[in-house]
């Protein structure tokens, strides 16, 4: 995944880096009429849209009413049968795990690793276990915001191993994103980036 990562924002850089080069030089005399453009209007353009620029927050508004939290979370107290029977029902890897104090504050995540490990491999009982037990504590939580980037959002995830990764906004949960949802995100960001670079190489910008 490290490798991916550096690749893909390395494939990026290059592509962008060819296309201005290759229109800096490119002989006047020989240009095609779509490049008669102001070249300082037209790059500022491609500037102006930056790249690597999607945010956790625009996961967020893709995923819609699943990214919620609204079954994304369960408590301390509820069994890991429970919880391991809320994300099979739901098709998720990972749930938020809250205090039952009414307020939802966030006391850790509980993930498929943890069941695998915790429960399975030492031959525990999932009904009488209860996830505060096995949990991965609020201290250890990697989290991110809703303006994190793409990017360093997938960094935080391949370097600490993990493929879930909750999103709080002022020490509130608002939702979790997966390791899926940032692939995804980023192969279409780089989709859309050759998009533009292709509008701007036949004078759509």
């Not at 290759?22 to 020989?30: A, E, Q, S, T, Y």
Request: glycine share 6%; net charge positive.
């Amino acid at each position: 995944m490290q490798g991916a990562i550096q690749a893909i924002r390395s494939r990026g850089n290059v592509l962008r880096h060819a296309v201005l080069q290759h229109v800096r030089v490119l002989n006047p005399i020989m240009r095609p009429a779509i490049f008669s453009r102001s070249e300082s209007v037209s790059s500022a353009r491609l500037e102006e849209h930056g790249f690597e620029s999607t945010t956790i927050s625009d996961i967020l508004k893709l995923k819609g009413k699943s990214a919620d939290g609204s079954w994304l979370w369960c408590t301390t107290e509820d069994t890991v049968y429970d919880a391991v029977k809320s994300m099979t029902h739901h098709n998720v890897g990972a749930l938020v795990v809250v205090k039952p104090d009414g307020e939802k504050s966030v006391a850790g995540i509980i993930t498929e690793r943890d069941y695998l490990r915790k429960i399975i491999v030492q031959g525990r009982s999932s009904k009488s276990t209860k996830v505060g037990d096995i949990m991965t504590e609020e201290n250890k939580l990697i989290t991110v915001t809703p303006d994190t980037k793409v990017l360093r959002a997938m960094q935080l995830m391949t370097d600490n191993r993990i493929r879930h990764i909750p999103v709080i906004d002022d020490k509130v949960m608002i939702g979790m994103v997966s390791i899926g949802d940032v692939v995804r995100a980023v192969v279409s960001e780089h989709r859309e980036e050759l998009n533009r670079l292709n509008a701007y190489i036949q004078g759509g910008y």
